[in-house]
């Protein structure tokens, strides 16, 4: 049966964008069936709207099953694995500049607010989503404008394993990042 990798972009993200195709070129020439799904309206995520969409793309998880998600898509992912059925695992998950905790350097929009708001305020269980991954690690930048490093904590709690790179900016498209070898790193690892 192959391994099966999802990975969500984050907020106002796109499956081409960055380092996605590079990381999707790698793990399928590894054997990887790799899906990146264009989430709804990335420009105003909504925690109901990208979990069903992650649960409609993935269809039934099983221990075959790996995610890497960005910034926003982090979190998707985490409240995706929480609504997952009792006992149910996946492999695993890797997560890039994700957050729970606080975001910073945002514009000063209402519409930006309220997505903000909606993300950082809904309650979420780390614990019920930790019994449903095998294993984890989450990547930080440590000149992430958007997400700062304290919000590696939450991943401890995850039990991801937390890696800390120098001046990778947010790891968008946008700050250059076409390849983060980290990534594929833990997913062989962990896959």
């Known amino acids: 049966m192959p391994k099966k990798i999802f990975i969500i972009h984050g907020w106002e993200g796109y499956p081409e964008e960055g380092w996605f195709p590079w990381l999707k070129k790698e793990l399928e020439e590894r054997g990887f069936e790799v899906h990146v799904p264009q989430m709804p309206d990335a420009a105003r995520p909504r925690i109901s709207r990208w979990v069903h969409a992650i649960a409609k793309t993935v269809g039934t998880p099983d221990s075959h099953t790996y995610f890497v998600g960005h910034s926003m898509g982090c979190q998707a992912i985490v409240r995706y694995m929480e609504s997952l059925p009792a006992g149910k695992k996946v492999g695993g998950a890797v997560?890039?500049?994700?957050?729970?905790?606080?975001?910073?350097?945002?514009?000063?929009?209402?519409?930006?607010?309220?997505?903000?708001?909606?993300?950082?305020?809904?309650?979420?269980?780390?614990g019920k989503a930790r019994h449903h991954m095998k294993r984890s690690a989450a990547i930080f930048s440590d000149n992430d404008p958007f997400v700062p490093l304290d919000n590696k904590d939450d991943f401890k709690k995850l039990g991801s394993k937390i890696i800390v790179e120098h001046k990778k900016g947010h790891f968008s498209g946008s700050d250059g990042i076409k390849e983060i070898p980290s990534v594929l790193d833990e997913l062989l690892k962990t896959a």
């Open 95 to 126: 997560f890039v500049a994700g957050f729970f905790k606080r975001l910073t350097g945002l514009e000063d929009n209402p519409e930006v607010k309220k997505t903000e708001r909606h993300w950082l305020r809904t309650p979420i269980s780390l």
